[in-house]
Structures are given as structure tokens and as C-alpha cells.
């Protein structure tokens, strides 16, 4: 596809990022993409960005963050565990500069693959960013349908043990919510539901956590162990996988659209919605790890939560304790699901709708019902079909999250900016660029392996997710 077909409004470049020629993103009315003027529509607040960064961060994949402990042990995986944190907060607060020093310059960009595209003077990287973008954000949403079946289908069977519902149900049951859900028109109207979003992921976290002190102490314990394996190949695949871990569940690829919600000027708001997003994220993050890690210690799970609920023996929590914990995993499931299809849904919209007439009328209202469930409908269909989409995701991660988190925002910061190529921010940020693209074909290799050595499980339509 041409990118005329996205409308990227690349000019020619002088050599150093900065571009000639192009325009300020459109804005509502005569002229304006309907991407830009319903979905992207810049009417939010600082705090309204911070929501919608939180609920793209900050998921239930903390409840994966004990198994990455697990591969590490205590020193070097709370050690990461941080500097993960403060790189990534570096580098989205680098990206959010790069946006805020083009918009003073007359091109405010609302879609990452126009902004790559016109800082980094290139065709193909508008093409590249695009297609990693549409990638991640496609199988978050299937994988995020997926779990969140899959919370349903828990809390049913512990009602109804041998009841009739499969999972394929409980996805067609998410699916049509989601649809439902979905008709919300902009990436905007979300900030309510983020909200809430945010307040869940507290929830499930500090319930967790208060579940596996109690199952920690517990005489039903499992004997503590935090010895890694005494293979050293073992060790250090075990270690790359962590890594890949971490680096997917800070990833969120899509800040420039969530920095694209917010009402002009932008300059400077985003930082506050960084500080918000990050509060939660080292709450979250880390009594989540802590405890995990500090109650199982190398035999937790790659879910916390499926260590609190044993295949064998009694649940090492309150029952009510675990069903109020999934019910807020599964609704917080919903927004995200919510949050990362809205791309997809700019895309289709700005191809299929008329700016020029209302958001709800007919001419309108017709395609964005059509379109957003069709695709709802799809995501819905792969993940019934691959009940183990979570390996297939963590591959896209550790390809899709590294390049577009943690190698491009410090790349378009020394093209935009341009800092003198022998300062501490020059070099700081080439050498954050050339570690994490190592770390990335690591994490990619990583997640490999593991999808292979779970080959043996998978099960096209089964009634089981693969863990």
C-alpha cells in the first residue's frame, strides 16, 4: 500500500531529520482525514493521557513479572527490573520531545509512522513502522481477547465444573462486549474507561500481592527456592527470556497517538502523563515481582495467579479473593483490548469515512459499525483458532516493542534535536540504541525457543490456552 494511502505527509529533508514542506496535522472540518478527526481527535488533558498510557503499559502481564525474576534471582532481576523502568521513561519522554520540537515547528504529527517517516527522512521507514506497529497492536488485541476468554472460562468452571461452555464461548462472548464497546468513536472517549482501567490494575495488583504474602506463610507453602539452573546453557536462556519479558511488558509502541489525544499545544503534557503512568508502573510492577518471586521463588508460574491456583491441592488463596482478582484482570482486559485496536480502527476510518459529515451520521456510522466489528471478528476467530496466540505474541513483542520503544525514540531524538555527537546525550543515547537492538534479536531468539519447546501443546480450536 502507498503511503498516500495513510496520507503520511513526508517532505524532503535537509539531511539532519528536519523536513521541508510539511503540513500540521489536519484538524477537524474541511480537508481533515476522518482518522484525524474522529479517532485521533486532540480534545484530552494531561491526566487523560496518563489514563490511556497506564492502561497500554501497566496490564495484567505484571502478574508474568515473578517468572522473570525466576530466570534472573533476586539481585540481577530487581537490578533490571529498574533499569528497565528508567529507560523506558527516558526514552518515551525522548519521544515525546521529538513530537513536541516538530509541532513547534508547525508539523504536529498524531500517527508514529508519519513522525519516523519525517524525522528520519525515509519511505521505507514510514513502511517498517506501519507494518511492526499494526503487528503488535493486531495480536494484542487477539491476545487480549484470548485471556480475557480465558478469566471467563476460569470463573465458570469453578462454578459449573462440567458444564457445557468451551472456550470458543467465552471468546465470542468477549468479542461481541468488545464490538459492542467499540462504537465508542475516538481514541478520546476512552479516558473514562482508562481510568477505571488504571484503578483496576491497582486492584488485581495489591490483591495478588496481599494473596501470596498469606500463601507464603501459609503451612501449605511451597518450600522456597530461588536457586537458578545449574545448566549454564539453561542459565543463560532462561536469562534472555526475562529479558525479552521485561522488555515486552514495558513496551507500548503507540505514544504518539495516546500524545496525539491531547488538546494543542502538547508541549510539555505529556511529561506530567509520563510521571501519572509511571507511579503506577513502579507500584505495580514491583510489589507484583516482590512478592511473586519472595512466595515461589523458582517454581512460580509463568502467571502468578495459576501458582495461587495449583492444579493439585486447595487454592493457596480465598476463593473470593481469586475471583475478584480475575474479574478485574478480565475487565481491564477489555480496555486494552479497547486501547490497541485503536490504530487499526484510525486506519479503516480514515479510508472509509468522510470528515466532512458528522461522526454519527449515516454515510459514517454505517462503515465504523461494519468495519470495527468485522475486525473484532477476525481477532476473535485467530485466537479460538490459536489458543496459544501468548507465544506468538511474545515473539511479536521482542521484534515489535524493542525497534519502535527503545531503538527509534533515541534515533529520532539525535536526528531531530541533534545534539553535538561527542555530548553525554549523544553518545548515552547511541549506546541505549545498539544494547537494546542486541537485546531484541536476543529476546526474538528467546521467544523462539519457546514457542518451538511448546510446539508439542499447541492445538488448533482446543479448549486449554497454552501457558
Not at 31 to 59: N, P, R
Not at 147 to 162: G, K, N, Q, R, V
Not at 242 to 247: G, H, N, Q, Y
Not at 345 to 350: C, G, H, L, T
Request: proline fraction near 5%.
Amino acid at each position: 500500500m502507498a503511503p498516500a494511502a495513510f496520507d503520511a505527509e513526508v517532505g524532503a529533508t535537509n539531511g539532519h531529520g528536519a523536513s521541508y514542506g510539511t503540513k500540521p496535522a489536519p484538524a477537524a472540518g474541511s480537508g481533515a482525514d476522518a482518522g484525524a478527526a474522529f479517532v485521533l481527535e486532540s480534545k484530552g488533558t494531561w491526566w487523560h493521557a496518563g489514563f490511556h498510557l497506564t492502561t497500554a503499559i501497566v496490564g495484567p502481564t505484571v502478574l508474568t513479572l515473578p517468572y522473570a525474576l525466576r530466570g534472573m534471582g533476586w539481585g540481577l532481576g530487581l537490578t533490571l527490573l529498574s533499569v528497565m523502568a528508567a529507560v523506558t521513561f527516558y526514552e518515551y519522554s525522548l519521544m515525546s520531545r521529538v513530537l513536541d520540537h516538530c509541532e513547534a515547528r508547525g508539523r504536529r504529527h498524531i500517527r508514529f509512522r508519519e513522525l519516523a517517516a519525517d524525522v528520519l527522512g525515509s519511505g521505507w521507514m514510514f513502511y517498517f513502522v506501519v507494518t511492526v506497529q499494526t503487528a503488535i497492536n493486531t495480536g494484542v488485541s487477539i491476545g487480549a481477547i484470548l485471556l480475557a476468554a480465558d478469566c471467563l472460562e476460569i470463573m465458570y468452571t469453578s462454578l459449573a465444573p462440567h458444564g457445557p461452555l468451551k472456550l470458543y464461548h467465552f471468546i465470542i462472548i468477549v468479542a461481541v462486549v468488545l464490538a459492542f464497546l467499540s462504537q465508542l468513536p475516538s481514541f478520546h472517549s476512552l479516558r473514562h474507561i482508562n481510568f477505571v482501567s488504571l484503578l483496576l490494575s491497582l486492584g488485581y495488583t495489591i490483591l495478588v500481592a496481599a494473596a501470596c504474602i498469606r500463601a507464603g506463610l501459609s503451612k501449605n507453602a511451597p518450600t522456597k527456592d530461588y536457586s537458578l539452573s545449574s545448566s549454564k546453557s539453561e542459565k543463560t536462556f532462561d536469562a534472555f527470556l526475562s529479558v525479552s519479558i521485561l522488555a515486552s511488558v514495558f513496551g507500548n509502541g503507540i505514544l504518539p497517538e495516546i500524545q496525539a489525544t491531547l488538546a494543542p499545544p502538547a508541549a510539555g503534557k505529556m511529561m506530567k502523563a509520563l510521571v501519572l503512568c509511571y507511579s503506577v508502573v513502579v507500584f505495580t510492577f514491583f510489589l507484583s515481582s516482590i512478592t511473586g518471586y519472595w512466595a515461589f521463588g523458582s517454581r512460580v508460574q509463568s502467571n502468578v495467579l495459576k501458582s495461587l491456583m495449583p492444579d493439585s491441592g486447595p487454592a493457596l488463596a480465598p476463593t473470593w479473593l481469586l475471583g475478584v482478582a480475575v474479574l478485574f484482570v478480565l475487565l481491564q482486559l477489555l480496555a486494552i483490548g479497547l486501547v490497541y485496536s485503536q490504530v487499526a480502527y484510525e486506519i479503516m476510518e480514515k479510508g472509509s469515512a468522510d470528515a466532512s459529515r458528522g461522526r454519527f451520521s449515516r454515510r459514517n456510522l454505517v462503515p465504523r459499525l461494519l468495519l470495527r466489528t468485522l475486525y473484532l471478528a477476525v481477532c476473535a476467530f485467530v485466537a479460538a483458532m490459536l489458543p496459544f496466540f501468548g507465544d506468538i505474541v511474545g515473539v511479536v513483542g521482542a521484534v515489535g516493542f524493542v525497534p519502535l520503544d527503545f531503538v527509534l525514540p533515541v534515533l529520532m531524538y539525535n536526528m531531530a534535536l541533534a545534539p553535538p555527537r561527542r555530548s553525554p546525550v549523544f553518545l548515552a543515547n547511541t549506546a541505549v540504541m545498539v544494547l537494546f537492538a542486541g537485546v531484541g534479536a536476543i529476546g526474538a531468539f528467546a521467544s523462539i525457543r519457546k514457542l518451538a519447546l511448546d510446539a508439542g501443546k499447541f492445538k488448533l480450536f482446543s479448549n486449554n490456552v497454552v501457558d
